[in-house]
């Protein structure tokens, strides 16, 4: 095979925007272009998108990194996707239907933020029934069978008009192929498919009041799973090759949810992947550790068969708001909107701008931690991911005064930084109660790139951060997909072997451990206390 000028393309659908980017079969990254797409947010917490209006973000963001690159479309040799675990709603041949009481059809997709079905998660999770004990004990409103429940519930013209119901990710490829086979990765970690007997379970979907779903023999959710990068169907249609700017037949694989392909782009740079935590750190964060044998962690999702890495259990944590928590604060200080102007006329958002200045301010990037002195964050302003699989969690913040200065800006900052460090480091303790090893964290995605953000949540957790050389490991994670789809590299672990390469490790400061330790203790009281008076 002549490898020369050949290149392969991952996508990625995030929260807020679309991108491609082209690699060569090196794993270098290319280019990547990046397009916005629409959010819509409702009263009552409801957030939506359209699946048109992502489509066509991808087919610009495909067709400009050919151009950029001036890769000709048949040196493509395949092409993979990752999204958002958002649930996707569509009747005959596709048409989009509104999730909403409006009617408008451009808002059809449930994100996965959004959480109009916690009253159905709470229904479900009170069933006690034995297929939540794959999920950490407790059903999420992120995930797809409460939301198709409050459908059932609150839109049930809707409900009984769609034709397929889609994770984002299982939405494209059968966009991009005509093919409906579904994503193990998609089906399993947000639909309760159980990957290890290779099954749906119909007592659960009678019990929750979805036996409608059963009768039709599962065909609106998904008769045919696959493992992620398995070739999906024939390849691009005629019509999808050239909305792109591909070739029709050009191979796309099955994909997998946004988070995971980040794990495939990072757990992969050591030798020991299997005590490698992949540490997804964008709008929400995820964590996804792999092992040999299936463990149950009370409050983290899992253990799911063959979810991210073939042939291992995986178990996935996270933050319901990583970065977006981060947004939110500092976008509360009263100094907020003048600092946002300092960081446009520096050409950098206002996370970095502030990270930059508290660099500045400090001997090194561990004493930064100094700058939040008598400040404490719980970023937990959309609920407890994990470990406590709590929708009604929300955040404290404590320790401010009356200041309203560039300087009590960077102390908040440092503060919520810090605070997503310690949440990060409960759910590391509870998997290691249970027995799963983690010698370091690999991190990705956008809101951790920064050296600072790197070294403060090497502190706080007190493991080696490891980060990638390739910046943009998600979209890495949806390539090695196509590589694998394409007959490039023989399955996702070498494809991971050949693509993924460490860049740097952030060692865990000794001089700053005790900070850290007195600092997690008190995070966790306030974490208790604001549970003993939630109402």
């Not at 303790?429 to 370091?440: F, L, P, W």
Request: hydrophobic share 40%; with cysteine.
């Amino acid at each position: 095979m002549n490898n020369e000028n050949k290149a392969v393309i991952g996508v990625d659908v995030g929260s807020g925007s679309v991108r491609a980017g082209i690699f060569d079969l090196e794993g270098n990254l290319l280019t990547r272009i990046v397009h916005k797409i629409n959010v819509f947010r409702r009263q009552g917490g409801h957030v939506e998108q359209s699946s048109t209006d992502i489509w066509r973000a991808v087919c610009h963001c495909i067709k400009q990194s050919l151009e950029k690159t001036e890769t000709r479309a048949e040196d493509v040799v395949g092409l993979g996707f990752d999204a958002t675990c958002s649930l996707v709603v569509v009747g005959e041949n596709g048409y989009p239907l509104a999730t909403s009481a409006d009617g408008d059809t451009e808002h059809n997709i449930i994100v996965w933020m959004d959480h109009r079905a916690t009253e159905q998660a709470d229904r479900i999770n009170k069933t006690k029934h034995p297929i939540l004990k794959y999920i950490g004990g407790k059903i999420s409103p992120e995930m797809e069978t409460p939301k198709l429940l409050w459908l059932k519930e609150n839109r049930r013209e809707v409900y009984d008009k769609a034709w397929q119901f889609f994770d984002l990710a299982d939405y494209l490829t059968w966009r991009a192929t005509g093919d409906l086979t579904r994503s193990i990765c998609t089906v399993t970690c947000k639909w309760t498919w159980l990957a290890h007997e290779n099954r749906w379970d119909p007592d659960y979907f009678r019990t929750i009041g979805l036996g409608d779903l059963v009768d039709d023999n599962f065909k609106r959710i998904g008769q045919k799973m696959a493992a992620p990068g398995t070739p999906c169907g024939e390849g691009l249609t005629d019509f999808a090759a050239e909305e792109m700017g591909l070739l029709a037949g050009t191979p796309v694989a099955i994909g997998m949810i946004d988070a995971h392909a980040g794990g495939l782009g990072s757990v992969g740079v050591t030798d020991g992947a299997l005590s490698n935590l992949a540490y997804v750190f964008g709008t929400s964060s995820c964590t996804m550790t792999s092992t040999q044998e299936p463990i149950m962690v009370p409050g983290v999702w899992g253990p799911y068969y063959s979810a991210m890495v073939p042939g291992y259990w995986l178990n996935e944590g996270g933050q319901s708001s990583a970065g977006a928590a981060i947004d939110q604060l500092i976008a509360m200080h009263p100094m907020s909107t003048e600092a946002k102007d300092m960081a446009t006329n520096a050409g950098v958002t206002l996370p970095v701008f502030l990270a930059n200045l508290a660099q500045e301010r400090s001997e090194t990037a561990s004493a930064a931690i100094e700058l939040s002195s008598g400040v404490y964050v719980v970023p937990d302003f959309l609920g407890n991911r994990a470990p406590f699989a709590d929708p009604y969690s929300r955040a404290v913040i404590a320790g401010l005064g009356i200041e309203r200065n560039l300087d009590s800006l960077v102390s908040l900052y440092i503060a919520g930084l810090s605070g997503i460090g310690y949440g990060l480091r409960q759910i590391i303790d509870v998997q290691h109660a249970q027995g799963i090893k983690t010698d370091s964290i690999v991190i990705s995605g956008g809101a951790g790139r920064h050296p600072l953000v790197r070294q403060i949540l090497a502190d706080a957790c007190e493991l080696p951060v490891i980060s990638t050389k390739c910046n943009e490991p998600v979209l890495l994670g949806s390539a090695i997909l196509g590589v694998v789809a394409a007959n490039y590299a023989p399955s996702v672990v070498s494809a991971m072997r050949q693509f993924t390469h460490k860049d740097q490790t952030y060692i865990a400061s000794e001089k700053y451990r005790a900070t850290h330790q007195r600092r997690y203790e008190n995070y966790k009281v306030l974490q208790r206390t604001a549970k003993a008076i939630q109402e």
